[in-house]
Each structure stands twice: as structure tokens, then as C-alpha cells.
């Protein structure tokens, strides 16, 4: 095992002026789980497989241990990738799947098939050895492109969506296989998702990126708490975080944010008015998350709104409830024993310590 | 971890039940009907193929006197008489089986020649990293409608100009024969290979790359298995094109005591007048090669070889 670095990595395909990776820096440390996340295209792959090999680097550099790897090709770079489509070789058995790295690099033969078994058992796959991948399912060969990674005890594990082929169901169940994995390993693993609560339950670590460009990088609970701008605020969480553009105006006791027409104002203390003052804006734009709101009105500093039910979602223990405030749109949770009709005129509020400040035009967060 | 899931049953029945079975569905008729239909298609194609051997089976001085048919209510007709003199011969110059071992040897290099040319070029048009793959590409399907008795005059005086220099004139030799029919099966063959390998997903070639394997064994430990469908019916197109092959054997052969199979059947019709005896006895030989050739390449035409590869 061993730490993987980045330093600027950029990369840029011929005839695209955008940069499909900026200048990313990321210290992976050894052992650590770290999720890359973001949008689809945001360049999160592309990094994943130029740590891999598979992509050239238009500058920067990549370090797996000690080395810098950037020419290395894949097979000399000790890593190995789990494919989204899993890439089994379709004419081999599931044994053979998993030693043909091993055979290439011309281990011993009953180290292989130690390795094997072993795999095989840690993944549950014993009585498939013998069978082609057109015969198992797709819970089954996932596991079996996992073990074909795990054999060759490589020093990182990169994973590229390795859960997006599985259904719902299956997809809980391996997300947990993978983070007991991990911890029995104790390997480095690299892990690419779209999916933000893939990356929240098992990463020790989340690089978001967007654009191709790193936004934050922190555990979850920063990234939940503490988002570094406007962009991570709405990727971390579901339902995503509620955004009001909301006017500072002076009270005589500090700042208050007012949205249009008024529906929405929130009571600023004295820490959040001088983190106002020092951005010298007269606009902010107000972050508070669905789960944050209560169905209470509230006496004294944070959010009060008043608002009409839209759209109720019952999802059992709670509902998800589409508010309209003024022009504004936002989703609260509320417990799903509150009696709530469409139509309904609420009076709502979060606490001040639920309000995320952001720059109104550059996202950033305020503090 | 998740329990055994029972594979589909439909799976489990015979791949050609089910095959007859989608046709009929498709188009919308019965089952019965689709068997009826293939049992004429086999007929047609059975009759005549039938009737020549059983004509080479007929003792020469019953040919013009009686139908072959007529075999069918006296059995007794039937003879290995015209195998035996046809093969008394053995391997000596002019006989059939120097013949059938000449259009061997001009039909095996031949065939594995442009199965593995084909196959190198088209694993390097689809998954090469230079520039210019689909133009080249475009180039060689071009070329696919070139007719080969246009290249017949220049190919001949190129092997001329070949000895001149090097004293190596392949013309009237058999691996003069064998260049030629390389040549001309290499654009069909990379054509069909090409397009054969772009369906291998890119996945598992990355997958060997990662895992240790260089260009060679990615060739032949990943994608070279997954071609044999592509493989074996390619083989097959180019060793019957050859192994049928008359003109090019004329041109290139001309004068060259060792002849294939075709040159050797011509030579009985034009010397010897009405010699069909001989004739259907050395059809019947030269029919029965191929026919090796097409059953034990059969069990390559898997369907499906991808599945299990990616999802």
C-alpha cells in the first residue's frame, strides 16, 4: 500500500479549449479511502485514469509511494482499476479471470491459486471458480472484477463507478462490501461516483470537483457541515440545500438578511454580521438544508418564512415538502405524522447555526 | 452476499430450437413452417451434391445408358471402380492426388496468411494510437472492388522485375500463386476483422493493459479469442475462394507440372472428351476438403462470445 499524490495535474484533450482536469492537487494518504465525486463530466474519470495510465498528462504530476509515474506505463504503476463495466474477460473462467495478472507476471503457480481461494472466499465467489462471467449475475461479477483488483495486492485500488450497473438494492449491499473491504485491506482506494451518498457512507475522505476543477476536499461531515462554496452546499445532501438570494439590510442591533417581498428574513448575530461586513457585499446568497427547516415558528435570531405546501412526499418516517415563499422555491423535511395539506400557509424557521452564507457572485462561502 | 441467482431457463434449451423459434417469431408464421422451409433449402442444395457422388460411384460404361437414379432400384450398380483408377496413380505428377496436395499447399498458406495479416491490421486500425486509422481504413474497403484480372498483367510483370533483381521470380511457383491470393483476400479480410473488433469493448483491453499484459498478449490472450467467430468464418470465405480458385492458377501456374484440384478437373474435360467419370470422381474429392474445413471450423460460430464482458 502506499499514498497516491497529485500535484496540478491538468489535463487537455487536443481541439477542446476547456480543461477537462485544472490544476488538481490532492495528498491521498496511505490506507485512506477518498472519493472523487462531482457531475457527470466533470473530469473526476479522467483523473482516475490518468492515475491509472490510461490517459497521458498534459502537466502536473502523479506519485504513487514515492515515485512520480507519469511515463510509467499502467502495467508498471502497481495499481489496479475496477471498471464500471466491470471488463471481464468473457472467454476466460472466473479463475482465470482473476490469476491472469498473476500468470503475466509470472508468479508461482500455487502462490496464485492461494491468492485465488483467497479472494474467492473474502468475496463469497468459491463455488463460481469454474464458471464464465456470461453465467453469473451482475451482483456476481462485480465481485469478480473486484477480486481480479485484490489478487494482485496492488499499492492503490482505483474504482470507477463500480456500483453504477447494480440495482438499488444490490448497490447497498456492496457499498458496504467495499467499505468492509477496505477496512480488512487496509488498502488505498481511489473511488470515482456520481452518487454523493456513495461517497458520504464510505469515504474517509470527498474530492469534489467540478469543471475540472477541485472544489473542496474534506471529510463528509466538512463537506456537509462546512461547505466551501455554493456548489458543494448543493452537491452534499439530499434533497440538496435550499438557495434564497437574500438583500443585508442594517437593524439596530446588526444585519438582517430580507428576501424579496419580504417572506424570508433571518436575524443575524454578531459573528455572521461582521463576516457580512468584512465581504462588504449588500447581497448574499442565504444556504439552509431541507432538513434543517423546522414547522415551527421560532423567537429570536435564525430564519423565519413564511410559506404555502406545494407538493407533499411521503417517504414513511418523514415527508419531503415543496414550499413556495414569494418567488423562491425551497424543500423542507417535516415529520410525516404532521398534518400537512396542499395548500396549506406555514410559518417556518431554522436556527442561525443552520444558515450558510455564500458570495453573490463568485459562490464562495462567507466567512 | 447475494444468493445464487437460477439462470434463465430459456437459456437452457438448445441453441437451435430457439433459433428456428426467434425466426418464426419474426416473422410471424409457425414453427412447422420454418422447418418445412429449411428442410427445401437443404433438399435443393443435397440433390445435385448427392447425384455427383453417386455418379462416381456408377462404373464408367453406365453413364450414357442409364440415369443415376436408377442406382436407387439396383444397388448393385454402385463401385469404388473409378476412386481406384483415379488413385492408382498415387502421388505421381498428373494424378488427383497430386493435385489435392498441391491445392494444399497453395490453400492452407494462403488462408492462414490472410487470417493473420487481417487480423493484425484490423487490431491495429480499431485500437492503434496513430492517426489516419479510418482513412486508411477507407482505403483498403476501396480497394475490396479492385478486379483481380486487372492486377493479372502488372503482377506478373512485377514477379518478372522481382527476378530480374533478385534473381527470386515467383511467377510459376506455387508461393507466386500464394502472394497473389494473399494480396487479393487481405482487403475483405481486414474489412470483415475490422468490424468484428470494434464491438470488443475497449474496457478489457484496458483491463490487460493495467493487469501487465503488453500489445502482444493483449492480441492473443484477449482479443485474438474473442475474434474466432470473425476467424473461422474469414477462413472459411478465403479457403473456399482458394481452393476453388481456376484462373489465377492458370495465369500464375501456366506450365508448372504440379496443379491444383481446378486446373487438374479442366484438363480431364478439354484432353480427354466427355471423361465424366473421371471428372465426377475428382469433383467429388475436391468437394470433400472444403467440407472438412466448414464442420470443424462449425462449433467457432459461437453467438453471444462478448456476454458476461461488460454489465
Known amino acids: 500500500m502506499s499514498s497516491v499524490t497529485l500535484r496540478e495535474l491538468t489535463k487537455k484533450y487536443d481541439g477542446n479549449d476547456a480543461y477537462s482536469l485544472d490544476s488538481v492537487s490532492l495528498d491521498v494518504a496511505h490506507g485512506e479511502f477518498i472519493c472523487l465525486v462531482g457531475p457527470s463530466g466533470c473530469g473526476k474519470t479522467t483523473a482516475l485514469r490518468m492515475i491509472a495510465g490510461l490517459e497521458s498528462v498534459t502537466s502536473g504530476d502523479i506519485e504513487i509511494g514515492d515515485r512520480v509515474v507519469n511515463d510509467l506505463a499502467p502495467r508498471d504503476r502497481d495499481i489496479a482499476l475496477v471498471f464500471q463495466s466491470y471488463a471481464l474477460y468473457p472467454h476466460m473462467t472466473v479463475s482465470e479471470n482473476m490469476s491472469f495478472g498473476l500468470k503475466l507476471r509470472k508468479v508461482p503457480k500455487d502462490e496464485i491459486k492461494k491468492a485465488v481461494i483467497d479472494a474467492a472466499r473474502i468475496l463469497d465467489l468459491e463455488q463460481y471458480l469454474d464458471r464464465k462471467p456470461g453465467q453469473l449475475s451482475g451482483g456476481q461479477r462485480q465481485r469478480v472484477a473486484l477480486g481480479r483488483a485484490i489478487v494482485r495486492n496492488p499499492s492503490a485500488f482505483l474504482m470507477d463507478e463500480p456500483l453504477s450497473n447494480l440495482d438499488a438494492k444490490l448497490r447497498v449491499q456492496t457499498r458496504a462490501e467495499i467499505a468492509r473491504l477496505h477496512h480488512r485491506l487496509g488498502a488505498t482506494m481511489i473511488y470515482v461516483t456520481h452518487d454523493q451518498v456513495e461517497a458520504m457512507t464510505m469515504a474517509d475522505r470527498i474530492a469534489v470537483i467540478n469543471l475540472g476543477k477541485l472544489e473542496q476536499v474534506g471529510s463528509p461531515r466538512d463537506l456537509y457541515d462546512r461547505p466551501a462554496n455554493q456548489f458543494v452546499g448543493g452537491f452534499i445532501g439530499s434533497p440538496s440545500m435550499n438557495f434564497v438570494p437574500m438583500h443585508v439590510e442594517s437593524v439596530d442591533d446588526g444585519l438582517r438578511l430580507v428576501s424579496d417581498g419580504g417572506d424570508m428574513d433571518v436575524a443575524l448575530g454578531g459573528v455572521e454580521s461582521s463576516v457580512i461586513r468584512r465581504a462588504g457585499v449588500s447581497e448574499v446568497v442565504m444556504g439552509v438544508r431541507p432538513e434543517h427547516i423546522d414547522h415551527v415558528p421560532r423567537s429570536g435570531g435564525g430564519l423565519q418564512m413564511r410559506a404555502s405546501v406545494d407538493v407533499i412526499e411521503f417517504l414513511g418516517n418523514d415527508e419531503h415538502v415543496h414550499l413556495t415563499s414569494g418567488d423562491h422555491v425551497l424543500v423542507a423535511i417535516v415529520d410525516a405524522r404532521t398534518p400537512l395539506t396542499i395548500g396549506d400557509s406555514l410559518t417556518l424557521s431554522a436556527s442561525i447555526e443552520a444558515i450558510h452564507l455564500f458570495h453573490p457572485e463568485t459562490g464562495a462561502a462567507l466567512k | ?311
Not at chain 2, 418445412?36 to 462416381?56: D, E, K, Q, R, Y
Request: proline fraction near 5%.
Open chain 2, 1 to 311: 452476499m447475494s444468493k445464487v441467482d437460477p439462470l434463465e431457463d430459456e437459456k437452457a434449451a438448445p441453441l437451435k430450437e430457439r433459433r428456428v423459434a426467434v425466426v418464426a417469431r419474426r416473422l410471424h408464421i409457425s414453427t412447422l413452417t420454418v422447418n418445412i422451409a429449411l428442410g427445401l433449402v437443404a433438399i435443393f442444395w443435397l440433390v445435385p451434391t448427392i447425384s455427383l457422388l453417386i455418379i462416381s460411384l456408377r462404373p464408367e460404361s453406365l453413364f450414357g445408358t442409364s440415369g443415376w437414379w436408377t442406382v436407387f432400384t439396383a444397388p448393385s450398380q454402385l463401385t469404388f471402380g473409378n476412386y481406384t483408377t483415379v488413385f492408382s496413380q498415387g502421388f505421381a505428377t498428373g494424378g488427383v492426388l497430386n493435385s489435392l496436395i498441391t491445392s494444399l499447399e497453395i490453400t492452407i498458406p494462403a488462408t492462414i496468411l490472410v487470417a493473420l495479416i487481417s487480423s493484425l491490421a484490423a487490431y491495429s486500425l480499431v485500437f492503434g494510437f496513430w492517426r489516419g486509422r479510418d482513412m486508411i481504413f477507407l482505403v483498403i474497403v476501396g480497394l475490396m472492388v479492385v478486379p483481380l484480372q486487372v492486377a493479372l498483367i502488372p503482377v506478373v510483370q512485377f514477379y518478372r522485375e522481382l527476378g530480374n533483381l533478385f534473381g527470386l521470380n515467383p511467377y510459376g511457383t506455387i508461393p507466386g500463386v500464394i502472394i497473389f491470393h494473399v494480396a487479393f483476400g487481405l482487403p475483405f479480410g481486414i474489412f470483415l476483422m475490422r468490424n468484428f473488433l470494434t464491438g470488443i469493448p475497449r474496457d478489457l483491453l484496458e483491463a490487460g493493459r493495467i493487469e501487465g499484459a503488453g500489445e502482444w498478449k493483449i492480441f492473443y490472450r484477449i482479443v485474438l479469442p474473442l475474434a474466432l467467430p470473425a476467424i473461422a468464418s474469414l477462413a472459411i470465405f478465403q479457403f473456399i475462394w482458394v481452393w476453388n480458385d481456376l484462373l489465377v492458377a492458370l495465369v500464375f501456374l501456366g506450365g508448372n507440372v504440379h496443379t491444383p484440384l481446378t486446373i487438374y478437373l479442366y484438363d480431364q474435360t478439354r484432353s480427354l472428351a466427355a471423361n465424366y467419370w473421371i471428372v465426377s470422381t475428382g469433383a467429388v474429392v475436391s468437394i470433400f476438403v472444403p467440407l472438412i474445413v466448414f464442420f470443424s471450423f462449425q462449433r467457432y460460430f459461437v453467438r453471444g462470445v462478448l456476454a458476461g464482458a461488460v454489465k
